[in-house]
């Protein structure tokens, strides 16, 4: 199917947005998030980039469940359907993802909700 130029413009804007530094980056939180959809347990996930260490940033993936959920089982669930550089590094459990009054995710405000592991 051809696209016109309008309409291919405006797919490249759903699959890219501008970092604080003004460089594009990837959009590809939606992607990460559905290689989770169907896993046992998991309730709700989002994925962003978080910053461990200044200057380093890694993708992470935040995810609701009423019990912990091995690290080890996300990573195989990662691999069999992402490839591995969206692969998360980092996963986290949350009682709950940071919502607004009307149900929508608040991405920004999973970066303060980081732990480093220990």
């Given at each position: 199917?051809q696209?016109s130029?309008?309409?291919?413009?405006?797919?490249?804007?759903?699959?890219?947005?501008?970092?604080?530094?003004?460089?594009?980056?990837?959009?590809?939180?939606?992607?990460?998030?559905?290689?989770?959809?169907?896993?046992?347990?998991?309730?709700?996930?989002a994925?962003?980039?978080?910053?461990?260490?200044?200057?380093?940033?890694?993708?992470?993936?935040?995810?609701?469940?009423?019990?912990?959920?091995?690290?080890?089982t996300?990573?195989?669930?990662?691999?069999k359907a992402?490839?591995?550089?969206?692969?998360?590094?980092?996963?986290?459990?949350l009682?709950?993802?940071p919502?607004?009054?009307t149900?929508?995710?608040?991405?920004?405000?999973?970066?303060a909700?980081?732990r480093?592991?220990?």
């Open positions: 199917m696209r130029a309008h309409d291919q413009a405006y797919l490249r804007s759903l699959l890219a947005r501008r970092n604080q530094d003004g460089a594009l980056q990837a959009h590809i939180d939606a992607e990460i998030e559905a290689a989770f959809h169907d896993l046992p347990g998991l309730s709700a996930c994925a962003t980039q978080v910053e461990p260490t200044p200057g380093t940033t890694i993708l992470a993936l935040f995810f609701e469940s009423p019990c912990e959920i091995a690290a080890s996300l990573q195989e669930c990662a691999e992402l490839a591995r550089w969206k692969q998360p590094r980092h996963y986290q459990r009682d709950a993802l919502r607004t009054g149900g929508k995710l608040i991405r920004k405000a999973l970066a909700r980081y480093r592991p220990e």
